[in-house]
């Protein structure tokens, strides 16, 4: 028994490590292809590199606005006082269902892929986790009791979430990318969809994030890490300036400006792993659409979008963070939510830069605004709405990361869930 469960810890451990799985999943297409071993290999190895250099890439991206995280908690209470387990005790309790949940909901997701015309298979190997994992703490909030019942009920909804919301997104990221190469694996889903829907109405085509007109002095804004470094440094100056400093011995220009850079070489270490997985895992991926699940559609990451739409990634990224925290400011001064909420840093750089990247792709400039603004909006509202959801368990997780599909989707299933918590 104790084996048994030591080879579905590593499975489990294998699907959620993205390096690995992506790596996997170009050896098997390039097998299926009957490429040489040695194209084989290099294409396994090429493809799981580039996973770690943009896992690397996010984290060096991550730790620099990290602080600003800490800076707001500071001003709003922390969530130490929060009720429930909290993610860790919820994690330490509950994380062979989960991990359960996540293998029952792969294999129900590739059964969707192969015998329906919904033919997205997720890839993106962190949210293979995530989703079982908010999903199992809906029930347990819920009353379910049985191990059984948190399993099957993270591993359905897991399923169907894997399947259905990128091939939702297939058109808007067409748009983006220009071909079906790949779609969205990412909870910034119903972001996009919202903000690309409206940017459908009110935005023009015309006029591309990408194209805007700098005078030849200020060029050097195209590049994306630059402009990306100036807005972060700004972005704490400014914090730093109405808020208080952030507990270091530096001082706030310093401090500020090292962050910025270090947003920089984030995203320069980011962009340059994306580059690197999409030559090897897409051609790769022919292998398994052609051989195994016959015209399926991989669903990636959002930063492999990152590369296509720069200026509106950091356009979407501002817009996402004014409105936002203005919106916070005022649901915490009037106690609408009944919990005081953060300003979500990393879901407006992640979630809502996505989100201006799809609303690019359908209305431009204006709609890139216009579309992240109601986006930005959303996600404040179903944050603050799923958090009843979560009281019980990762309320204090959800603060800091929620905003999108683990919100949203928390409440659709919660409502359901409460239906059934005391049969099971």
Same mark, same amino acid.
């Given at each position: 028994?104790?084996?048994?469960? !030591? ?19 170009? *050896?098997?297409? +390039? ?13 396994? #190895? +090429?493809? /799981? =590199? ?5 896992? =690397? ?12 995280? /800490?800076? @707001?908690?500071? &001003? ?17 309790? @509950? ?7 996540? $293998? ?10 192969? %015998?329906?015309? *919904? ?18 703490? *809906? ?81 050097? #804004? ?13 972005? %704490? ?18 401090? !500020? ?19 690197? &997985? ?17 015209? /399926? ?6 930063? &492999? ?35 005081? &909420? ?46 009843? =959801? ?26 359901? /869930? ?5 049969? $099971?």
């Amino acid at each position: 028994m104790d084996f048994l469960l !030591s080879v579905v810890d590593a499975i489990i451990g294998f699907f959620r490590t993205p390096p690995f799985l992506l790596g996997f999943i170009a *050896v098997v297409g +390039l097998a299926l292809q009957k490429k040489p071993i040695d194209k084989i290999l290099r294409g396994g #190895f +090429l493809a /799981a =590199f580039g996973m770690f250099i943009i896992q =690397f890439g996010v984290d060096v991206l991550v730790g620099s606005i990290f602080p600003l995280n /800490a800076l @707001y908690q500071g &001003l709003y209470g922390t969530t130490d006082a929060l009720p429930g387990l909290g993610e860790a005790a919820y994690t330490a309790e @509950y994380g062979s269902v989960i991990g359960l949940a996540m $293998v029952t909901g792969f294999v129900l997701h590739l059964g969707i892929a192969r %015998f329906t015309p *919904v033919k997205t298979i997720f890839l993106t190997g962190h949210f293979l986790w995530w989703m079982p994992f908010i999903f199992v703490a *809906v029930a347990v909030g819920a009353g379910f009791g049985a191990d059984w019942a948190l399993i099957v009920w993270g591993g359905v909804f897991s399923a169907l979430y894997w399947s259905f919301m990128p091939y939702l997104l297939r058109p808007f990221v067409r748009d983006v990318i220009g071909d079906d190469s790949f779609t969205l694996g990412h909870p910034s889903g119903f972001l996009a969809l919202l903000s690309g829907t409206v940017a459908r109405y009110v935005g023009n085509k015309e006029k591309s994030t990408e194209d805007l007109n700098l005078p030849k002095g200020l060029s050097f #804004f195209r590049e994306v890490s630059i402009t990306g470094s100036l807005v972060i440094f700004i972005t %704490f100056i400014v914090s730093g300036l109405l808020i208080g400093d952030f507990g270091v011995e530096q001082g706030l220009v310093t401090y !500020s400006l090292t962050q910025g850079l270090q947003f920089g070489v984030g995203l320069i270490i980011l962009l340059q792993g994306v580059r690197m &997985l999409v030559n090897e895992i897409v051609p790769a991926f022919e292998g398994i659409s052609s051989k195994l699940i016959p015209n /399926a559609q991989p669903a990636y990451d959002c930063p &492999l979008l990152f590369n296509y739409k720069p200026n509106a990634l950091l356009i979407g990224f501002v817009v996402a963070m004014v409105v936002s925290t203005a919106l916070i400011i005022v649901s915490n001064a009037f106690n609408i939510f009944g919990v005081l &909420l953060i300003p979500l840093i990393i879901t407006s750089f992640f979630e809502c830069g996505t989100a201006a990247i799809i609303a690019e792709g359908q209305g431009g400039l204006r709609g890139a605004v216009i579309g992240t603004a109601v986006a930005a909006f959303a996600m404040v509202l179903v944050l603050g709405l799923s958090l009843t =959801f979560y009281q019980a368990t990762i309320q204090d997780w959800m603060l800091i990361f929620g905003g999108n599909d683990m919100s949203l989707w928390g409440i659709v299933t919660g409502l359901i /869930a409460n239906l059934f918590g005391g049969l $099971v």
